[in-house]
């Protein structure tokens, strides 16, 4: 299984929408409504912001937004604030042989300008 | 809520077996299904594996023949053990909580250096 590409920076100023984009493949992506998204800030370990393509954990702000269309996923991040500058990772579950597996994309610096 | 703590060996000389342990506090093990997953120095993610606290389970085929993870619900625990280790296991590994088919929450993680 190859890694979900992702841009590798993407930049805005506070209070504008950005979105990373997350490619993979019918078999993964495309194949099932089970891709998530991670915040990862320095030396943190990562935090589930979207489950299921669009679905928010509880204590997530709604400025997080999930979508997918065909084998490309998105999050999305409105009203941008300095808080939101970290690394972003999408996961896509999958299945090999009758075997589950996750797979990760190769994440995204988001700068606050 | 449900928190987790990996623990082991910072330093693991190549070709031995890279062991830790997670432990699950604020919630009982047996429930859910429990994961590895690990991520080298300025590298992304890879998922390792995972267990019920039945014990059934299922490994990423890229280390599946050196990987073996348990579980003791005695003392709400699950393992992790990689056997033949090289410089290139060399990374942050995170323990974490497979809700359905996402992972949540994530231990603090514990960077384990393969080196002689």
């Known amino acids: 299984q190859s890694a979900l590409t992702q841009p590798a920076s993407v930049s805005g100023s506070p209070g504008q929408s950005i979105t990373i984009s997350c490619t993979g493949t019918s078999s993964d992506v495309g194949g099932y409504n089970y891709v998530s998204w991670y915040q990862q800030h320095p030396g943190k370990a990562p935090k589930l912001m979207i489950y299921d393509v669009g679905n928010r954990p509880s204590g997530v702000s709604n400025r997080f937004s999930g979508s997918k269309s065909g084998n490309t996923a998105s999050l999305t991040i409105s009203g941008l604030q300095a808080e939101d500058e970290a690394d972003y990772y999408c996961s896509s579950y999958t299945s090999s042989s009758t075997l589950d597996i996750w797979v990760f994309g190769t994440g995204t610096k988001v700068t606050v300008l | 809520q449900v928190q987790l703590q990996e623990s082991g060996p910072g330093l693991v000389k190549p070709s031995e077996t890279l062991s830790l342990t997670c432990t699950v506090s604020?919630?009982?093990?047996?429930?859910?299904?429990w994961s590895w997953i690990r991520q080298p120095p300025g590298k992304g993610l890879e998922w390792i594996g995972y267990i019920h606290y039945s014990g059934s389970t299922n490994y990423n085929p890229s280390v599946k023949s050196r990987v073996t993870i348990s579980v003791d619900t005695s003392k709400n625990q699950f393992s992790l053990k990689l056997s033949s280790v090289t410089a290139a296991d060399t990374a942050v590994y995170y323990c974490?909580?497979?809700?359905?088919?996402?992972?949540?929450?994530w231990g603090q993680g514990t960077l384990v250096t393969v080196s002689s």
């Open positions: 974490a909580r497979l809700v359905t088919v996402a992972f949540d929450p």
């Open positions: 604020g919630g009982s093990i047996s429930s859910y299904y």
